[in-house]
């Protein structure tokens, strides 16, 4: 099993950035997929950004030029780097970690608030 634990949350001005990072541990292998995920009240979980094990990337159009999605793979790290927040980014944050041996896992999640 793959668990997970997020960083980097908390309450910033509407234009403010934040940086998240997520570390995971246990069973790991590649290829895998690391990325982050948000939840807002009476919404589905949505994907924000996703990033292989060799580099490529995807983002939500709502973020595209705002967030940038990285890792570190010798310490089994992913952050997103966002900018330019808008009150619509206000959420929880998930990161998620796949790979085919154990599937699906998911952090606990940490509260990004975009507020004046």
């Known amino acids: 099993q793959v668990q997970l634990v997020e960083s980097g949350g908390g309450l910033v001005q509407p234009g403010g950035s934040l940086r998240l990072s997520c570390v995971a541990s246990?069973?790991?292998?590649?290829?895998?997929?690391m990325g982050w995920y948000r939840q807002s009240p009476g919404k589905e979980r949505e994907m924000v950004a996703t990033i292989y094990s060799g580099g490529s990337s995807n983002y939500a159009d709502s973020v595209k030029g705002r967030f940038t999605i990285s890792r570190e793979n010798g310490k089994n790290t992913v952050y997103l780097q966002m900018s330019s927040l808008k009150s619509e980014d206000t959420a929880v944050y998930y990161c998620?970690?796949?790979?085919?041996?154990?599937?699906?896992?998911w952090g606990r999640g940490t509260q990004v608030t975009v507020s004046s």
């Open positions: 246990g069973s790991i292998f590649s290829p895998n997929v």
């Open positions: 998620n970690f796949w790979q085919d041996r154990t599937g699906n896992s």
